[in-house]
């Protein structure tokens, strides 16, 4: 099992940290890490391990493991890989984390503007796409680029909870995705509460405010099937 700073504080860069496994695949693992696992949308940190010689192993991505806390960290092809007990510096791409980290936030605000069921969504570096059950187009581009943006404006706190299995399954009205259920049976589930905006259970990374996200715009508005709308944005920059 992996400790997993990136869970409480998603602004952490780096951290030292032990090999505790390595595969003949090139995946590694770590007793602590910030490196975030693809799932939920979101696609695995990239970065590096830094030994202690000043050698660094490039992580082209980072996937989940056997087990509900454990994090492989996917070594680009050609490089040696370190043993057992090795002590390393974790250090994720914060460029493209911190991108991730603004649309994953956005992807937030938009599932509380456009009210119908979520079907599916994907985060990218730069931008990202949530599908909605929507059997009629009744959403325009302009009206939620400019809602989005208001609330971005606005400058809502961005914080995490936790709440129960049981409070969960008390409360379906929280889980908005149609497709994906969140992993229950651990006890607890994760919450991300964007202050008087969304609600929803979420094991990724997210900006501590709306303000950091920036200007964004609905790039397009598709039909994906008869009850299917995908709606996708990117920053304006």
């Known amino acids: 099992m992996t400790e997993l ?12 940290a032990t090999v505790t496994a ?17 799932g939920g949308g979101q696609p695995g940190d990239t970065g590096v391990l830094r030994l202690a010689d000043g050698s660094e192993i490039t992580v082209a991505t980072t ?4 087990g509900p806390d ?33 649309i994953h936030t956005c992807l937030h605000l938009l599932s509380s503007v456009v009210e119908y069921p ?14 909605f ?3 009629e187009m009744t959403v325009e581009k302009e009206a939620i680029t400019a809602r989005l943006n208001e609330l971005i404006e606005q400058g809502h706190p961005v914080s995490v909870g936790w709440i129960s299995d049981d409070e969960l399954a008390a409360q379906p009205d929280l889980v908005k995705t149609m497709s994906v259920k969140p992993p229950m049976g ?52």
């Open 22 to 38: 390595v595969n003949d695949r090139g995946g590694i693992e770590l007793d602590r890490t910030v490196f975030y696992p693809t």
């Open 186 to 237: 651990q006890g607890r589930v994760r919450l991300i509460d964007v202050d008087g905006c969304d609600l929803q259970p979420c094991g990724g990374t997210h900006v501590a405010n709306t303000s950091e996200i920036g200007e964004v715009r609905v790039r397009k508005i598709e039909k994906k099937g008869r009850q299917n709308r995908r709606i996708s944005i990117e920053f304006s920059e």
């Open 70 to 102: 454990a994090v492989i960290h996917v070594a680009a092809e050609g490089q040696d890989l370190p043993t057992v007990g090795t002590s390393v510096t974790a250090a994720i791409d914060w460029d493209v984390r911190h991108r991730l980290m603004r």
């Open 133 to 135: 059950d929507m059997p």
């Open 118 to 131: 979520v079907t599916g969504g994907q985060i990218s570096d730069g931008k990202g796409r949530l599908d």
């Open 63 to 66: 996937v989940k493991g056997e």
């Open 5 to 16: 700073l990136f869970r409480d504080d998603p602004y952490t860069k780096d951290c030292e």
